[in-house]
């Protein structure tokens, strides 16, 4: 079962797949948790933490097939008595997010602010199978440790480290599991939590399957002299579409790094406050905004394919590697420029919580000024077909008749996930790469709380 909606909680957020919308306020419905006893006799972090339950059960589908309901209340009762003796709002977004450890979602968050500080050792790793190799290209860490295999740090060994690491941190799948201690292993803030360190100025030993030893010292501002070798065609491209023709080669590159155009960018920019609503669209209007959103979708298409034709281009490499996701009402435009009329599509399952209906009004104002896209949807069986019936489909003039190629890595999050399981479960193009590091099923649109004590 494929849900549609999932619960984003906290301000400020920085969104990771359009800057524009550098912080969205919020939405702050009314539950009728808070008129009851408990709530009045409650401190502002209980009251925030009751509402937040409140509004986690409302707007989330299937929070107890995750979490059952009797270790639900349970913890919840234990997180009460926690929040009594709290002092920050620091602590109560750390217990806030060890709470929702056991939905193992990532995409239900805690954005609070945080004051805590953390330091970086100058070391990059990346996990070949079972094995974690130091991939850092520096001069802090000498030539002959490149590619080595890492055994433990401080004593303590890698499998002890990953068994910490998931009673501490939550974690969608094995490989989130495995991309996250990578990428955190070079921070102090993550190596105190696991308790292979107690203070940020502490050095690490990093000890190898082959017995060397690699101690390093952290930096105060996490800046190294890191330099990775990259291939200048392939290379991470900080746009949120760009194509390239190679032509001894036969081949368009497509490299699609976030599902977000001009027309979900407008989107977007209405869950704003109204002052800033106006200033992002204003930036839309001139031309001026960030990564790429000045562009419409089919736009970017129809200018492909046309260069395309031109050289008669018979193959596509559509990389979806740097991917975090977007809006997936861009699956449909860009589906049918590769080729497809139809694919199998997923049930899902839509609750139109408080949340849900606050948000949908603060941009029913905008669907007169944006093109939606719309889709007909059969659910008479679990074969259901989703027909593209876009706008931007009509738009699209030209349409790649050759052979696609697909790629994905561990990075390829969100939306973009939803249309590599869509690609795969229906063999419309050859897929190559690595597992992502989030399940299949999850939930599509962004619902943004904001709590009514702290703010967060």
């Given at each position: ?6 619960l984003?909680?906290?301000?400020p ?12 306020e919020?939405f ?41 309901l ?6 919840k ?16 977004s ?15 968050s ?56 998931s009673?501490?941190w939550r ?13 955190n ?20 030993a ?30 991470r491209?900080?746009?949120?579409f ?23 960018a ?8 109204f002052?800033?609503?106006q200033f ?5 209007f ?5 990564q ?21 281009i018979?193959?596509?490499v ?10 997936g ?12 009329d139809?694919?199998?599509?997923f ?20 669907e007169t000024?944006?093109d939606?896209?719309?889709?007909s ?13 876009a706008?931007?489909?009509?738009e ?16 390829t ?35 943004f ?8």
């Amino acid at each position: 079962m494929f849900a549609k909606y999932f619960l984003l909680v906290g301000v400020p957020f920085i969104s990771m797949t359009n800057p524009l919308v550098a912080q969205v306020e919020g939405f702050t419905p009314q539950y009728p948790i808070q008129s009851s006893e408990e709530y009045r006799n409650a401190n502002p972090y209980q009251q925030d933490f009751l509402y937040y339950c409140a509004a986690l059960v409302d707007s989330r589908p299937n929070v107890y097939q995750e979490f059952p309901l009797d270790e639900f209340e349970k913890q919840k009762q234990l997180v009460l008595g926690q929040l009594s003796q709290c002092k920050s709002n620091e602590e109560f977004s750390s217990t806030l997010t060890k709470f929702i450890y056991p939905l193992k979602d990532s995409h239900t968050s805690i954005t609070g602010s945080s004051s805590s500080s953390s330091r970086s050792y100058p070391i990059r790793c990346k996990w070949f199978g079972d094995s974690l190799h130091i991939v850092t290209l520096t001069t802090q860490v000498p030539q002959e440790f490149w590619g080595a295999v890492v055994a433990s740090v401080n004593h303590v060994p890698l499998p002890e480290i990953i068994k910490r690491a998931s009673l501490r941190w939550r974690y969608e799948n094995s490989v989130d599991e495995k991309i996250s201690i990578a990428l955190n292993l070079s921070t102090t803030g993550f190596l105190k939590s696991l308790d292979v360190i107690q203070h940020d100025s502490d050095k690490i030993a990093i000890e190898m399957v082959d017995s060397r030893t690699l101690t390093l010292a952290s930096n105060s501002n996490g800046e190294w002299n890191v330099k990775f070798i990259n291939h200048p065609v392939t290379e991470r491209k900080f746009i949120n579409f760009e194509y390239e023709i190679i032509k001894d080669k036969n081949l368009c590159y497509l490299q699609f790094n976030n599902f977000v155009d001009k027309r979900v960018a407008k989107m977007y920019a209405d869950f704003l406050p109204f002052w800033k609503r106006q200033f992002a669209k204003t930036l839309l209007f001139l031309g001026l905004a960030p990564q790429g959103v000045n562009r419409y979708l089919d736009d970017f298409l129809n200018d492909m394919m046309a260069e395309i034709e031109e050289n008669k281009i018979e193959n596509l490499v559509l990389d979806l590697r740097f991917n975090s996701g977007g809006s997936g009402t861009l699956n449909d435009p860009l589906l049918y420029a590769l080729g497809v009329d139809a694919y199998r599509g997923f049930s899902s399952e839509k609750r139109e919580s408080e949340l849900y209906k606050m948000q949908l009004s603060s941009i029913s104002s905008a669907e007169t000024e944006t093109d939606s896209v719309s889709v007909s949807v059969s659910t008479a069986s679990k074969d259901s077909v989703y027909r593209i019936r876009a706008n931007e489909v009509a738009e699209i003039t030209k349409r790649f008749q050759g052979k696609v190629y697909c790629v994905i890595g561990d990075w390829t999050y969100s939306s973009a996930n939803l249309f590599a399981t869509i690609v795969k479960d229906n063999k419309l193009f050859t897929g190559v790469g690595e597992p992502t590091k989030q399940k299949p099923s999850h939930f599509g649109e962004v619902l943004f709380l904001r709590l009514p004590n702290t703010l967060i």
